[in-house]
């Protein structure tokens, strides 16, 4: 009997037996996933192959495997200018065009007005700050009358004092914050380089240089710094949750010397140098005489010369240097400083060949004798011998008489012009440059005053040829380039020195801007 239809199609449909290959077990050792988001679904209004949709699609493909890009920090990202009215109004509010009587201070208040959280650290802290430096507890805005009274702004400049940069406080780092202070530390550095130089001169009138730079690094050297604010009781202020004496060099010191340059940048705007050597030595503590500053021993020179007839009896303090005043018939503006500097042996070099050939040249290059309104004739004549002493032994240098005379040679007078040409160099950048951080006006202030570009204004204007060298060396300093012209920058130093104790800061000005043109904006001949 014939199989039906059905069972015959089914036999036919069926898989023949074949021999099965042997399976080999691979391990999957890794997975790539495709991360790339799908194209977005294209509108029904566009066609598969529009540019539209196909460029839309490459724009997500490069999104997807482009690496994640770095941009600039912030501080390089260029803003856009203020609109003329917005910088206005930001001028106009300013602070620091609320005084013209006082240009220097008005520069160094906060460039806005204060905030709410500014004035509540002042309320809780301030009271704090003054009584350890032996201030009244008063606002400082009774003192005094009218705003031409700079003791009035003290309060405001001592908060900005202690203001140091912490990344934590929001306040802190708000811009007119920060400014204020940097620009603060940035003046007060070279105020108390200067109070240290003019004391230290007056106190040691027979001590060459090098040993007082030594007491002077030993008393405010930035390792010492932690310790002179906590000794005054104010290092809560600076380190509020922080134990002073377990933190690490590198976090305690850089606050610590912030806080303590800007404090003496305060006090010397408002107060003036009397009170920066009263918180120096009373408030802070500092003994000149202390075992810890005292220099290194060396061997010293015999000095047979006299001194004058102030520094014979006794040893000056600091309260001498702090309350002198000059009488009003004084030669000089800082008669007394002067006499530190130019010992009284150099009138034995009155009349000799320099003082008839050079001297009226030099005095001729640089303005003098500068008029001045003496009552009595004689006082002019003999400040004018004077003045022709000190540029002498300003041009004066040590291979000629250091040996058998110590004092006769311009490392006394370079001492002070280094110190007076960096604070007077500050303050005209301060008042030039009103929104500048305290740490590009050091860049600058550094780079301005060099000793290369000192020593070479001085011999622009020829004046190298009269240096007083000992014949020993004069061939090699006059034609050798390296030892030329640090003779030559120490020249130009002692000559600003010799300008501030005769006729004072403003005559320092004078030849450093207008004389020998430091900021190097004047024409130049063709």
Not at 206 to 230: C, H, N, Q, T, Y
Not at 407 to 433: N, P, S, T, W
Not at 470 to 494: I, W
Request: positive net charge; glycine residues 4%.
């Amino acid at each position: 009997m014939a199989p039906p239809a059905m069972a015959f199609q089914a036999l036919t449909l069926a898989p023949l037996p074949l021999p099965t290959a042997r399976r080999r077990r691979v391990r999957v050792l890794a997975v790539a996933a495709d991360h790339t988001p799908p194209p977005p679904p294209a509108s029904s209004s566009e066609p598969a192959n529009s540019p539209s949709r196909l460029l839309r699609e490459l724009a997500q493909r490069k999104k997807a495997v482009s690496p994640k890009k770095k941009h600039p920090p912030r501080r390089f990202i260029l803003k856009p200018p203020l609109d003329d009215e917005r910088l206005t109004r930001r001028f106009l509010n300013s602070p620091q065009l609320s005084l013209k009587a006082l240009p220097l201070l008005s520069s160094c208040l906060p460039s806005a007005p204060l905030s709410a959280a500014d004035k509540t650290w002042m309320d809780e802290y301030l009271l704090e700050a003054k009584q350890a430096l032996g201030y009244p507890l008063a606002p400082s805005e009774t003192l005094g009358e009218g705003d031409d009274c700079p003791a009035r702004h003290f309060d405001v400049l001592l908060y900005l004092a202690f203001q140091h940069l912490d990344p934590s406080s929001e306040r802190t780092r708000t811009r007119h914050v920060r400014n204020g202070h940097s620009r603060l530390w940035f003046l007060g550095q070279f105020v108390l380089e200067l109070a240290f130089c003019e004391f230290f001169l007056q106190r040691y009138p027979r001590e060459s240089p090098g040993p007082m730079r030594e007491r002077v690094f030993a008393l405010i050297g930035k390792k010492v710094l932690p310790k002179w604010l906590k000794a005054a009781s104010l290092h809560n202020l600076v380190f509020p949750y922080d134990d002073v004496d377990k933190m690490i060099r590198k976090d305690r010191e850089p606050p610590s010397k912030a806080v303590f340059w800007a404090l003496f940048g305060a006090i010397y705007l408002c107060f003036g140098m009397p009170e920066v050597y009263r918180v120096l030595f009373e408030a802070f503590g500092m003994d000149p005489d202390d075992e810890s500053c005292q220099p290194k021993l060396r061997r010293q020179l015999e000095d047979v010369d006299y001194v004058s007839v102030e520094f014979e009896k006794r040893q000056l303090t600091w309260q001498d240097v702090a309350a002198y005043r000059p009488p009003s018939d004084a030669l000089f503006a800082h008669p007394r400083l002067f006499r530190a500097c130019v010992p009284p042996g150099m009138h034995r070099f009155r009349g000799n060949i320099w003082d008839f050939d050079n001297r009226p040249k030099v005095m001729a290059t640089l303005g003098y004798p500068l008029p001045m309104n003496d009552r009595i004739p004689e006082i002019t004549e003999a400040r004018n011998i004077e003045l022709g002493l000190g540029l002498q032994l300003s041009f004066m240098h040590p291979s000629k008489h250091k040996f058998e005379h110590p004092r006769f040679c311009f490392e006394r007078l370079e001492y002070v012009g280094q110190k007076i040409q960096d604070l007077v160099m500050a303050e005209r950048l301060l008042m030039k440059h009103l929104d500048a951080p305290g740490r590009w006006l050091a860049e600058k202030h550094r780079r301005m005053l060099m000793n290369k570009y000192c020593g070479r204004y001085l011999r622009d204007k020829h004046l190298h040829h009269y240096i007083i060298y000992g014949e020993s060396v004069q061939d090699r300093f006059e034609h050798n380039r390296r030892l030329r012209n640090p003779s030559t920058t120490a020249v130009q130093q002692a000559i600003h020195g010799l300008a501030y104790c005769v006729y004072g800061k403003p005559d320092v000005r004078r030849l450093m801007f207008e004389v020998f043109d430091f900021e190097q904006v004047q024409p130049k001949a063709v």
